[in-house]
Each structure stands twice: as C-alpha cells, then as structure tokens.
C-alpha cells in the first residue's frame, strides 16, 4: 500500500521555468491538498480539491495552478519558477470526514529554484 | 481568523528528561479539531493526535500525553522519559469543522534529545 507518492523528490529549476510535481493516492480519497513548508512558518496550504474536477485556492495561491482530472491524482504547477518558490512541498489526501480529517502526507518534494 | 502559535522554536533536552510543547491556538468555530504531527529528520510528516472541541479529557498513549484546555486555548504535547528516536519538529494544527479538513499549522518546535 503506497499512502500518498509524490514526484520528483528532488528538482533544481532556473527562475523562469515551469514544471509539474505529481502527486497519487491509492486510498480513494476525496479530498486532497498541497502544502509549502518554509523554515519557521510551518506548513501553508496552496490549494485544495475536494474530489475529481475541482480546485480551490487555500493560503499561499499565488504563482502556482493545480488540476484534479483524476480522483487518485493532484498536479501542482509552476509556469514561471521564482526563488520564492524554493521550500519543500507535501501532497496530502483524506477522506470525507468534516472537519475531523486526519491527512496522510507524501514523503515531499524539495524545489529549488536558482 | 484561524491561528496556530507554537512560541518555542528550538528545545533541547538530555534523553530521559520531560518536555513539553507548547500549542496556542485561536478560533470563532465552536467545533473544531485540534492535531499534532511529528516529522523526523527523514522528512516525512506523521500523525499522532486528533482532538475534538467538545473532549477536553486528557490523553496518554505510552509516553506521550496530550493536555487540552479551553480556557487557556491550549493544546500542549508531553514526552515523558524522551528518548533520541523522538528528536523531530513536531507540527500542532487546527482543523474547523466546516473547513473542508484544511489544516492551519503552528510553525513547528524542533525538539533535540541528545544522548
């Protein structure tokens, strides 16, 4: 049982370039997220969907676009990578409990963006 | 607004020492969930509590034990007899109930358990 796999783990980028982080799920949730997590600010939240063909914009939108074409898949992308970008990204997913939610996280993506 | 504070950024202490960490939070929800996680030096991100508005009886899962108090909109985390395995940041986070299970994280405390 694979939870939650994110890739790449790893990515370089120069400021300008666009790429894509891929995130699967083989638990059938709903609902799943991706979060940024910078030194002393913890875990912000990107954007969110809470099942196949929706989206929607959590704290820190700006900058990157997210599709849900599949259930088991959440893409986030960067058109134009920015230094600000650079931080570890955490894919999650939960089922449809309200509220009571307990996320499963990815192992994370580390960008850095030059 | 939903906030999260967790003002120790950095605790170390000697293997077999209690610590605690500290979990501040504020919400207008009446309902609403409290969580902590743990990430070790691995990177991933682990899940060891779930609490609920309306249950502020105390918890204790081997050693580790939780204290939720509404008064003081706290939510501290306990290691008794910590060990160097729980040297991790540990993430608490807050949960409203019609929030879709989005999490607003604290900023996380570093906790260091030497030898």
């Known amino acids: 049982n694979a939870g939650v796999t994110q890739t790449p783990k790893f990515r370089v980028l120069k400021t300008g370039q666009s790429m894509t982080l891929l995130c699967a799920q083989d638990?059938?949730?709903?609902?799943m997220y991706w979060y940024r997590q910078d030194p002393g600010m913890g875990l912000r939240l990107i954007h969110y969907s809470v099942g196949e063909g929706t989206t929607a914009k959590g704290e820190v939108p700006d900058g990157y676009n997210v599709s849900r074409l599949k259930k088991q898949n959440f893409l986030l992308g960067l058109e134009s990578a920015a230094p600000s970008q650079t931080s570890v990204y955490f894919c999650?997913?939960?089922?449809?409990?309200?509220?009571?939610?307990?996320?499963?996280f990815g192992a994370g993506s580390r960008l850095t963006v030059l | 607004a939903q906030k999260v504070t967790q003002a120790q950024t950095e605790i170390s202490v000697v293997e077999k020492e209690d610590v605690t960490l500290d979990c501040v939070y504020e919400t207008r929800d009446t309902t609403y969930y409290l969580f902590w996680y743990k990430q070790p030096p691995s990177g991933e991100l682990v899940f060891l509590i779930r609490r609920n508005s309306f249950d502020e009886q105390n918890e204790i899962s081997g050693r580790y034990s939780w204290n939720f108090q509404k008064s003081t909109s706290s939510f501290n985390f306990t290691i008794t007899a910590s060990q160097v395995v729980d040297s991790a940041v540990y993430f608490c986070?807050?949960?409203?109930?019609?929030?879709?299970?989005?999490?607003?994280f604290g900023q996380g405390t570093t906790l260091q358990v030497k030898p």
């Open positions: 986070a807050l949960s409203a109930a019609s929030n879709t299970g989005k999490l607003i």
């Open positions: 638990m059938n949730h709903e609902y």
């Open positions: 999650a997913s939960s089922y449809s409990v309200s509220g009571a939610n307990v996320l499963t």
